[in-house]
């Protein structure tokens, strides 16, 4: 049966790329840009993009009531967060003076401060904007299914998000310290890198994402 | 392990088609700015950088559907520049699936665009592009000034000190070219380069000059770059973006290979 994948649109940056992927990978899905409700609910699996700043996000979410959507999808169905999505299921992020998130996941988002340096004390520039790789924590995740542990995956933000339940962790990433690029919980995967800027690694988990039941 | 460094191949884009020549040897057709892109994507580069100089304001439309195309078909980062002066101008190039936007001359005219911009879409999706030449006589401590213009106009503005303004501005990302290098394949101007990377916390991307392998390592080492860029060396088939990976790796500098 022909698969349904919404990319929810809340008016912030460019989604474009997010759904051209889908289409790439995914040649025979149906892949809907909404902020539509119902739209996104009936869709068999969900994507939750964002880029940009934290309380714009959060605001514009749930100003269009996609609090209340997200809530609901991530009860039932295969659901990916990406990046600024990732960050904004958190309990509360430090960006713009402080804002309290969607509470989806019991975590912080922090800033990575602007005097980060590597072990031989070079200063390590920020945003963290570039190719880094990610060690697999959960590695017999479906989603990580033919990707090589260590493969490098696009990053682009100058905050991090950091979880209460260290279970949660899928994927960790080197930046000046060690820091959660990738948590999964059941039928939710989210990750702080843009896998639709990822060339081949992250085509591919795309594709997995596709094709993936929810069960972890 | 860590981030690494990134390559990014730039193409100038004249409605539509790659200007600057281009020559592969098995390439069909030398000007499409799509097709490069994808050889560029396949030869591993990290970024792509599409520099629009279209002038025409019915020129503009065809580089809408370029960046969509070019969009829909390689996914990795994509940066486009050129003639942008408004907020419009920069969503309706995100709209067509760009990822970072470069300002150039209206920055320089209006540093507030920048900070608007910023406040609008975000850091992470804007570059300052500035255009850099020396302007201190032998002998004297090096100073730099911007121009606009393609490097014809002075500003009076001091590069270093331009830089960490459009920083403190919003700007995520700062493209260097070197005014004097540009073109003459001799190497970055690696002073200019690591005087503005060592006073910014974003992102340097090094530009102008690149004529060989040793010039984009040095760029990194030396010049302090985040990223380096070239265009010539890649468009005339003298080196691959690999080959460039792979030279740049056994320097000891992390690359995604």
């Given amino acids: ?216 | 392990m860590g981030l690494a460094k990134r390559i990014i191949p730039c193409l100038d884009v004249d409605n539509g088609r790659v200007v600057k020549g281009v020559q592969f040897v098995d390439i069909r057709d030398a000007g499409d700015p799509v097709e490069i892109a994808r050889r560029y994507d396949e030869q591993g580069a990290d970024e792509i950088t599409f520099l629009d100089i279209t002038a025409t304001h019915e020129g503009r439309a065809t580089t809408v559907k370029t960046v969509e195309k070019m969009a829909s078909e390689v996914f990795i980062p994509l940066t486009v520049g050129g003639g942008i002066r408004e907020l419009e101008d920069i969503r309706r190039m995100l709209n067509a699936g760009a990822d970072k936007i470069a300002i150039n001359s209206a920055a320089v005219f209006n540093p507030e665009f920048v900070g608007e911009a910023a406040a609008k879409f975000g850091s992470q999706c804007i570059v300052v592009a500035i255009d850099a030449k020396c302007v201190s006589a032998e002998g004297e401590v090096p100073r730099w000034e911007i121009f606009t213009h393609g490097g014809r106009k002075p500003t009076g503005i001091d590069a270093v000190e331009w830089a960490k303004k459009m920083v403190a501005y919003g700007a995520g990302e700062i493209l260097l070219t070197s005014m004097d290098r540009d073109g003459t394949k001799n190497g970055f101007d690696l002073d200019v380069t690591s005087a503005i990377s060592e006073s910014v916390h974003v992102p340097i991307i090094a530009s102008g000059g690149v004529g060989n392998l040793q010039h984009l390592a040095d760029g990194v080492t030396k010049g302090k770059a985040d990223a380096v860029l070239a265009a010539s060396i890649f468009h005339f088939g003298e080196y691959t973006v690999q080959e460039a990976k792979q030279f740049m790796a056994g320097q000891g500098i992390e690359m995604r290979l």
Avoid at chain 1, 8 to 24: F, P, T, W
Avoid at chain 1, 29 to 49: E, G, N, Q, W
Avoid at chain 1, 70 to 93: D, N, R, T, Y
């Fill in chain 1, 1 to 216: 049966m022909k698969t349904t994948v919404a990319v929810i649109d809340y008016g912030m940056g460019n989604l474009h790329s997010a759904s051209k992927a889908l289409e790439h990978v995914a040649p025979d899905a149906t892949v809907v840009v909404t902020a539509d409700s119902d739209t996104i609910l009936a869709a068999d699996r969900v994507v939750f993009p964002g880029v940009g700043a934290i309380r714009d996000c959060v605001g514009e979410i749930r100003r269009l009531g996609l609090d209340q959507v997200v809530a609901e999808a991530i009860q039932q169905k295969p659901f990916l967060a990406i990046c600024v999505g990732m960050q904004s299921m958190m309990s509360h992020s430090e960006e713009n003076d402080g804002v309290d998130c969607l509470d989806m996941f019991d975590g912080n988002v922090s800033f990575f401060g602007e005097a980060l340096t590597d072990t031989n004390g070079q200063l390590l520039k920020v945003p963290h904007m570039g190719w880094n790789q990610v060690s697999q924590v959960q590695a017999k995740h479906p989603l990580w299914k033919g990707i090589d542990d260590n493969s490098r995956f696009y990053f682009v933000h100058s905050y991090y998000v950091s979880v209460k339940d260290p279970t949660l962790v899928a994927g960790q990433c080197e930046y000046g310290f060690p820091f959660t690029s990738v948590i999964a919980k059941d039928n939710i995967f989210a990750v702080q890198f843009h896998p639709e800027k990822s060339q081949h690694a992250g085509l591919k988990l795309l594709g997995n994402f596709m094709n993936w039941d929810g069960q972890s």
